[in-house]
């Protein structure tokens, strides 16, 4: 099994570094270096007033607070999957009851507009 | 080969038939292309931002201009091409093949590399600002606070896109005030375009040319909705139209075209986005567009829905409409009015 | 899991490394054949085999340039890492009959794991580049993102409760009889969508879309915009081949070998999802957010209640 992770990562590492390497060495081998206006974000011509970075304002907030409340979630399912057959009907129903709470929250969300951007 | 289009006064609507021909790839960002093209007559106040475009080309880049002449001159090393499309793509074969055989023989930058401000050397760490607000770290201000219709201040990126951003009809700029990816403030440019006088003296064009100018305009927009396979056959189509002697087969592939446009699902995406008093929403523009195209093929009529939207009209509707929406939506509701379409699209160049 | 052939690391890298080149590249070609085939141009194999090659012998000797001030460090890392994970997403995937490079027990965990890195690094990959437009795709694809995640997780669970395991060869194995594309319907559908949101293709191309000039990749220049490319590639890949092993039965089939239906049935998915992009609008996100929690969620719930009154 530790075998197995093992192998998993390798394979992560050597297709990252391969990656990595490709990119660094094209960066560092290039005969161009950017000059100025090469840098200027590519906007069709004319240049930004300010940098790109600031304090973006998303419009999902309340979307990725529903989305954590499922992920956390997720990591009950994970065991309950493998003994799902073993727990029979009782199994269903305990996580039909959960989801349908979850769900609760999810239409709560949506009459509240989360959903929404604008 | 990857082509980056910048067009002109007078060069766009040939740009976007040059989507229907599978030689050339016409890319979204200089940053990906190899050739950049230079259509029509690049306007006085655009000139600087057509050579920033030009820096923006990697190295080692080619130049073709098409039918540009009063730019041209300004484009050192440029392949100057009058003909039609067949002879671009020539032009262009003949450029990449040059750079593949030696990449030395680039198009040398146009502009002088100099950072946009001061700010080496300024500052405990010579990141060009010192404390928390002022200054200019790294060559270019910070984004400052703005009010937001919730009562929150909120960082407000102002920004101008086009005149030679993909998405947008050629030649238009527009400069943005967004707050996250919501829209504060929309004002189109007209200034560089020669202002509303251009649009006023329109001739009015045969059947044949409202459907090709229309084409074109429908190749433009299902590129920018993300089909541009379906966008190379509008193309293609367009650039059929003229001297076409069977109308009727091109009006049954124009159907064929606008059935399969409607599965994909583009209309109901539009749906509710961009409303315009007196036009609806974006979904109903591109349907009376559609249908207007085939009626223009068939019947030889001149639908008036074809008619593009007037720069001066435009400038005002898009400041009541843009305000608001998301960028992705303010994008493609100036694309469903075909904004400077009859300025830019129409005709063939001279 | 007894007559499992685990591959040695480094025969694991070998196999991996050259299914996903190997599949990239099918993955360009078949993306312009499809592409000819809808824009009416004339089909040609040589054409499209030909023209990336092509393309990426000039590509590779093309400026990378920068920006003003870039996170140079995330801009590097961002490709490197999203291969990374289309690496580590596939080593999970039984490729043959028994045949798995990281035979881990908690295959879909990894596999739910990768996928949801990879919403990082494309993130950071549109904010690396300190531009107004990439940074912009940055933001709306993670709000794009959070919706299509949820989806992947409930439908790799369903397909995990009849196996009574979370690893994919159990999956494959608990297939023998019939297939899970018609046991639980509605799995492959609603993977289709995710696989379509974490390789950003056809209709949930949020991020590196034309409306911004390219989004995430707009700033990318030669080998940088190539290395982000080909991932993405590779990333189809990845989850092509598990949509093939969760809901195709992955390597069962008569006649052929096992590893020759896995690949078929991999290419099969592959060209559903490049058909998708040619044949479907780009969504805008708002919509989609909107359409994914108060449509495709309850269609997953659903998927689970079918798989798991079906298993009982």
Redesign the interface.
């Known amino acids: 099994?530790l075998?197995?992770?093992?192998?998993?990562l390798?394979?992560?590492?050597?297709?990252?570094?391969?990656?990595?390497g490709?990119?660094?060495?094209?960066?560092r081998s290039?005969?161009?270096p950017?000059?100025?206006?090469?840098?200027?974000?590519?906007?069709?011509?004319?240049?930004?007033?300010?940098?790109?970075?600031?304090?973006?304002?998303?419009?999902?907030y309340p979307?990725?607070l529903?989305?954590i409340a499922?992920?956390m979630e997720?990591m009950f399912?994970?065991p309950w999957?493998?003994?799902?057959?073993?727990e029979?009907?009782t199994?269903?129903v305990e996580?039909?009851m959960f989801?349908a709470i979850l769900?609760v929250g999810?239409v709560y969300?949506?009459r509240e507009g989360a959903?929404?951007?604008? | 080969m990857p082509v980056f289009a910048a067009a002109g006064v007078g060069g766009w609507g040939q740009t976007q038939e040059l989507r229907g021909v599978p030689e050339l790839r016409l890319v979204t960002t200089p940053r990906h292309a190899s050739v950049l093209l230079v259509t029509g007559t690049v306007p006085e106040a655009h000139l600087v931002a057509v050579q920033r475009v030009h820096d923006q080309v990697p190295h080692p880049r080619a130049v073709v201009t098409w039918r540009a002449a009063g730019t041209a001159k300004r484009m050192p090393g440029a392949t100057y091409v009058t003909g039609d499309a067949a002879a671009v793509v020539t032009a262009v074969q003949r450029a990449w093949s040059a750079l593949e055989a030696d990449p030395w023989s680039t198009a040398v930058d146009q502009l002088p590399d100099v950072e946009p401000n001061e700010w080496r050397g300024i500052g405990p760490f010579g990141q060009g600002g010192e404390g928390m607000m002022g200054g200019t770290p790294y060559g270019r201000p910070m984004a400052m606070t703005g009010d937001d219709p919730d009562g929150l201040a909120l960082d407000e990126l102002r920004l101008t896109l086009g005149p030679f951003l993909d998405a947008l009809p050629a030649g238009l700029v527009l400069d943005v005030v967004l707050q996250g990816e919501v829209l504060r403030e929309a004002t189109l440019r007209l200034d560089a375009l020669g202002g509303t006088a251009a649009d006023a003296t329109l001739p009015s064009e045969p059947s044949s040319a409202m459907a090709r100018s229309g084409l074109r305009w429908l190749a433009h927009a299902l590129h920018v909705e993300g089909l541009d396979a379906l966008a190379a056959r509008a193309a293609a189509l367009a650039s059929r139209v003229t001297g076409a002697t069977d109308r009727a087969a091109l009006s049954r592939h124009a159907d064929a075209l606008m059935r399969r446009v409607r599965r994909t699902g583009v209309l109901r995406n539009l749906h509710d986005v961009g409303v315009v008093p007196g036009s609806g929403d974006a979904a109903h523009r591109w349907r009376e567009r559609m249908d207007a195209i085939v009626c223009a093929l068939r019947d030889n009529q001149m639908p008036d829905a074809l008619e593009p939207t007037r720069l001066d009209t435009a400038r005002d509707l898009l400041a009541d409409a843009l305000p608001g929406s998301t960028l992705t939506a303010a994008i493609s509701t100036i694309v469903s009015l075909d904004v400077g379409g009859a300025r830019f699209g129409a005709g063939t160049l001279r | 899991m007894s007559d499992v052939v685990s591959l040695s690391p480094m025969l694991g890298v070998a196999v991996i490394g050259g299914t996903l080149a190997i599949g990239a590249y099918g993955v360009v070609v078949i993306d312009r054949l499809l592409y000819a085939a809808v824009a009416g141009w004339p089909l040609s194999l040589a054409w499209a085999a030909a023209q990336p090659a092509r393309e990426v012998a000039t590509v590779i000797r093309r400026q990378p340039v920068t920006t003003e001030a870039p996170d140079m460090i995330l801009w590097v890392l961002a490709p490197a890492a999203y291969a990374g994970l289309a690496a580590t997403a596939l080593s999970v995937v039984p490729l043959g009959p028994g045949v798995v490079v990281a035979d881990v027990r908690t295959g879909i965990v990894v596999f739910g794991a990768a996928e949801a890195l990879a919403i990082v690094a494309i993130f950071l990959h549109g904010w690396a580049p300190n531009s107004p437009l990439p940074m912009i795709a940055g933001y709306r694809f993670v709000g794009v993102a959070l919706s299509y995640e949820l989806l992947s997780m409930f439908v790799l669970i369903a397909a995990a409760l009849p196996a009574e395991s979370l690893s994919i060869g159990a999956i494959v194995e608990s297939q023998q009889g019939l297939w899970n594309v018609v046991r639980q319907p509605l799995g492959l559908p609603l993977f289709l969508v995710v696989t379509a949101g974490v390789t950003f293709t056809g209709p949930l191309d949020i991020v590196d879309a034309n409306d911004i000039a390219g989004g995430g990749a707009a700033e990318d220049s030669g080998m940088a915009h190539l290395a982000w490319a080909a991932a993405r590639a590779a990333m189809l890949v990845a989850f092509a081949a598990a949509a093939a092993a969760v809901f195709l039965g992955g390597w069962i089939g008569p006649v052929l070998p096992g590893a020759m239906w896995m690949a078929l049935k991999t290419l099969a998915v592959v060209v559903t999802v490049l058909a998708g992009r040619h044949l479907l609008a780009r969504v805008r996100p708002e919509r989609f957010v909107r359409l994914a929690w108060t449509v495709l969620l309850p269609l997953a719930f659903l998927d689970l209640a079918i798989a798991g009154a079906g298993s009982l």
Do not use: D, K, N
């Open positions: 099994m075998g197995a992770f093992l192998s998993g390798t394979v992560t590492c050597a297709a990252a570094l391969f990656t990595a490709c990119v660094i060495l094209a960066r290039t005969r161009y950017s000059t100025a206006p090469q840098r200027v974000p590519a906007l069709g011509g004319f240049e930004p007033e300010t940098h790109a970075w600031s304090r973006f304002h998303v419009r999902y979307m990725a529903l989305f499922f992920e997720m399912m994970y999957a493998v003994v799902f057959v073993e029979g009907v199994a269903l996580m039909g989801l769900a999810v969300g949506w959903f929404r951007w604008q």
